[in-house]
């Protein structure tokens, strides 16, 4: 429940969304939640693929 939660009060402001862009701003969000409970450990991996 807390996932949706802070979903629905991300999605809040951006009133509007067409049914074509929500999975871009479902990704966004799943990306940036993911981003906040793995922490730094991501931050390695990450940069890697953007290097190679």
Not at 24 to 51: A, D, E, M, T
């Amino acid at each position: 429940e807390g996932f949706w939660s802070l979903l629905r009060s991300w999605l809040r402001p951006h009133r509007g969304i067409s049914q074509e862009k929500l999975p871009l701003y479902l990704g966004f969000f799943q990306f940036v939640h993911n981003l906040r409970i793995r922490g730094k450990g991501l931050l390695k991996p990450l940069l890697q693929l953007l290097v190679v």
